[in-house]
């Protein structure tokens, strides 16, 4: 099976297919797998990866053109004039919105349907969330599309609440994506591409990796990878992510970690980061407690009834 495509689905469908023993081959236009989730040196460990776990991969070509045989075959010709052969071909090569229906509806586009950050469009009375909408990116401030989970749920959660009449801004998005490709475990959080301060740990042989990346105290990014048996380097992404969510400013601990990479948990703690995550994660829902109760006059009374549909604060 060819895959057309090294991104993040494509090695979703891939690792089932690697589950059941098929031959692999990945074909990539960039010069590495996982382009849009891995620096160079994690997807060189990756590719190495793959390759001892018998996946072919092919980085830096494109496919020109796909030949079907008479016996069935597809032969994919590729730009560095080498061809490979497959039963099947999958094509992932990403996601593009579609939102053709709105032209001529005056609802601002780019690639996604424009959002402030409470996920209403320029046209105060739509709203828009999810993989569709283009919003605001927490670590960049930049107008991005974040196609994941996470994502979806905070927007929904934050149009909802605007839609019913509460106030509540959203911080932005954080990028992140976790990903199993053959028994190797790959995450990226926040600005993990960006160039500044980091801190690095790498064992090729195992292959172990991680790169924390600094905004002066606070942890602005992070690439994790490892092997999935290896639970004590991968047990603590949650926490790396949650510091990169909750902006902690880590004062003395930035040190401690610089020193002690993988001990992320005691600055977790110190810092309180847990009780800032509950406050950035339950955006939209209701800030109070709702007083529910039962009437005890066969329901004539019906303020129980109106705070309990209430979404203001009770
Ligand atoms: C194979 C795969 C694996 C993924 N794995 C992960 C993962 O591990 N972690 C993660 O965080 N994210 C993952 N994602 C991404 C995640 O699924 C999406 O980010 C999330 O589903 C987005 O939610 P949504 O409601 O915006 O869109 P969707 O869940 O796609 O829902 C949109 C719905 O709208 C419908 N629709 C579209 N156009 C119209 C129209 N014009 N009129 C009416 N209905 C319409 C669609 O049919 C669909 O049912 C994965 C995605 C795929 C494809």
Known sequence: VAFIGAGFIGFIILNAMYKIGVRLTVIELENQVLPRMLDTQSASLVNTWLNEHGVRTHTGVSVQAIEHGSDGKKTLKLSDGSSTQADLVIVATGIRTNIGFLNGSGVNTNEGILINNRCQTNISNIYAAGDVAEGSDMSTGQQVIHAIQPTAVDHGRIAGANMAGQDVEYPGSLLMNILDVCGLQCASFGSWSSGGEKTETINASRPLYR??????DQLSGAIILGPADDVSM???????????????SLGAWKGHIQTNPTDIRRPYVATKTAEKMLAITTLGSP??????QHTQDGGKDRSAHAVLVSTKNA
Not at 287 to 292: K, L, N, P, T, V
Request: a positive charge.
């Open 287 to 292: 800030a109070a407690h709702r007083a529910y």
């Open 211 to 216: 790169k924390l990346l600094w905004d002066g």
């Open 234 to 248: 991968l047990n603590d992404m949650g926490m790396i992510k949650g510091l990169i969510q909750a902006q902690t």
